[in-house]
């Protein structure tokens, strides 16, 4: 039942916007919509994040006393709270302020005392119950119990049978599913973010990282300038190294294009089969597309003295977004790949490293404003320019989250260039993932 406050606010705001409707559900919206706080939301509005109700995680319950299994289900349960905090739309409570009476219930949601819940506040608590399968694998059991009206969310992600390795990723995989379930739009929790690292004075190399700062790994080791990292079809990566001599654009380690002069800031269509790349065979830099199959030239989209870069798709694959200078100082543009129409997006200062939101409702990118660059959201729907850094450090090369509700970016302090990830939607959030690791030019997979 959606509360009687979120009634009284439409109905208070129903005069400012005859289109505002409110939801229980995902289903109670549109197609292009999502639902978070009760609220359907449309356009770049289906980036919001915010904290949906209270949920509680009852410690796991172990069919055994084996140590491993134990020590797999605390792992869980560790990873399910800092999942569900991560993501921002849960008030999330773990085993230290769970209700006295949550000791006497089981792992089944039959057992739940609904009361005992409901007067602590909390929406759902979560029940997790595993076991040792005859075989060696974990069987894993996560259930949503409502507390409110008595349910249960079941979520094909929170009922499998898995090998020990593979517990540790059912964590995202669930969250993201629940984040689905409650909102329309599935999380992106799990996922990968590829950049470069200044490992010694004058070497870069490609690393790799979870979108929550684990598993950093570094793909590189030539000892070279390695720069511009891009996610490209079924997990591969390109980037523009000097490894030859010259700035080559290189895929998996193997050479993909090697014009003379720069090969750099490579983009893939959404369905893996063209790469954007700015190349600069005459001097100033142009886009060219790519067979991302055979590296082919398939046509080239700007022809301009002025330098041409940063192409970004739009994921309907239809659209380019793009940096030029052919105005005097570089501008984000956006081409249209079927008329070859041209639209000039910002028009003032110095902008720059465009990224398009999955949803396509809106383009982040750079501006300098003072002595340091922000990042800043253009948004298609009301044409409206918002600034999503405050200005106090250098932030750059922003690049959204699968689900667009999150931004990656790199952030410059007097420590050196670090990895930082905030909300989409300019409500803060912002968080420093990589630790103290060099982290430059992130690309979200």
């Keep these: 039942m ?10 208070l705001n129903a005069g400012a916007s005859s289109e505002m409707q409110f939801c229980e559900v995902p289903s109670d919206c549109g ?25 509680a995680v ?18 869980l349960y560790g990873m399910l709270i800092a999942d569900l905090r991560a993501s921002g739309f849960y008030e999330v409570v773990g085993r230290e302020g769970l209700p006295v009476g949550w000791t006497v219930e089981g792992a089944s949601p039959s057992e739940v005392r609904q009361t005992t819940w409901q007067a602590d506040g909390f929406y759902r608590v979560v029940k997790i119950a595993m076991r040792r399968t005859s075989d060696g694998k974990s069987q894993v059991k996560i259930h949503a119990v409502e507390v409110e009206r008595f349910g249960t969310v079941d979520l094909p992600e929170g009922d499998v049978t898995v090998s020990s390795d593979e517990v540790p990723r059912l964590s995202s995989r669930w969250v993201n599913a629940l984040i689905g379930a409650d909102t329309g739009v ?57 490894e030859s001599g010259n700035p080559d654009w290189i895929v998996d380690g193997k050479p993909f294009s090697t014009r003379p002069g720069l090969n750099a800031a490579g983009a893939w269509s959404p369905d893996g089969t063209l790469l954007a790349l700015s190349v600069a065979e005459s001097g100033d830099s142009e ?23 940063s192409p970004a798709w739009s994921p309907d694959g239809k659209q380019l977004a793009f940096v030029s200078d052919r105005t005097g100082r570089p501008q984000i543009w956006v081409v249209n790949l079927r008329t070859g129409d041209i639209e000039q997006l ?100």
């Design 346 to 445: 910002t028009k003032e200062g110095y902008n720059t490293s465009p990224d398009w939101s999955p949803t396509g409702d809106s383009i982040v990118y750079i501006r300098q404003i003072g002595n340091n660059f922000q990042i800043m959201r253009y948004d298609f729907d009301t044409q409206v320019t918002m600034r999503l850094t405050d200005g106090r450090k250098s932030a750059e090369s922003p690049s959204y989250s699968p689900d667009g509700r999150y931004v990656a970016y790199a952030q410059k302090d007097e420590n050196g260039t670090h990895l930082w990830v905030m909300n989409a939607d300019g409500s803060g959030g912002a968080r420093q993932v990589a630790g103290d690791r060099s982290f430059l030019a992130p690309d979200w997979e």
């Design 58 to 75: 009852a410690p796991p319950f172990v069919a055994s006393n084996d140590p491993a299994l134990v020590a797999e289900s605390e792992r």
């Design 2 to 11: 959606i509360p009687a406050w979120v009634q009284l606010a439409v109905a």
């Design 186 to 242: 599935k999380g992106a929790l799990g996922t990968r973010i590829v950049g470069t690292s200044e490992v010694a004075p004058g070497v870069k190399e490609i690393v790799v990282i979870g979108a929550d700062g684990s598993g950093f790994r570094q793909i590189t080791e030539n000892k070279q300038l390695n720069l511009m990292p891009a996610w490209g079809p079924n997990g591969s990566i390109g980037w523009m190294s000097y």
């Design 287 to 309: 886009i060219i597309l790519l067979e991302a199959e055979t590296g082919a030239e398939h046509a080239r989209i700007t022809d301009d003295r002025s330098v041409d870069t």
């Design 31 to 55: 197609k292009d919509q999502s639902c978070v706080g009760y609220v359907c939301a449309s356009g770049s509005d289906r980036a919001k994040v915010e904290v949906l109700y209270k949920i």
